[in-house]
Nanobody, 125 residues
């Protein structure tokens, strides 16, 4: 199983970035998937997650109303649309997948089995 993130970069405060996570290998798009982020000196933190059925979605309070998670099952991709970015959103963003069919969205890192290598998002003020 491989998860590859893309779309990170440098953006000004108030701008937008769209992250994508391409899944490959023996992975089902019926697994719950999520996005986490880690800033320097901080623990990895939950951002957003989508359940295996695609209907259940969970967001961290800090990104509600600004970020949108979605999945494209035929393409085995999960995306994170990030709007109205703030310098505090700067971090390495990681895509993660659970390994149980039709698993729901979760904000717990230990429930995710597969992880990508991460993509850097830097928001300048």
């Amino acid at each position: 199983v491989q998860l590859v993130e893309s779309g990170g970069g440098l953006v000004q405060a108030g701008g937008s970035v769209r992250l994508s996570c391409q899944a490959s290998g023996r992975i089902s798009m019926a697994y719950g998937m999520g996005w986490f982020r880690q800033a320097p000196g901080k623990e990895r933190a939950f951002v957003a997650a989508i359940g295996g059925g695609g209907a259940e979605i969970l967001y961290a309070d800090s990104v509600k109303g600004r970020f949108t998670i979605s999945r494209d099952t035929p393409r085995k991709m999960v995306s994170l649309e990030m709007n109205d970015l703030e310098p505090e959103d700067s971090a390495v963003y990681y895509c993660a997948s659970r390994s149980a069919l039709y698993s729901g969205p979760s904000n717990y890192t230990h429930l995710y089995t597969f992880w990508g290598q991460g993509t850097q998002v830097t928001v300048s003020s």
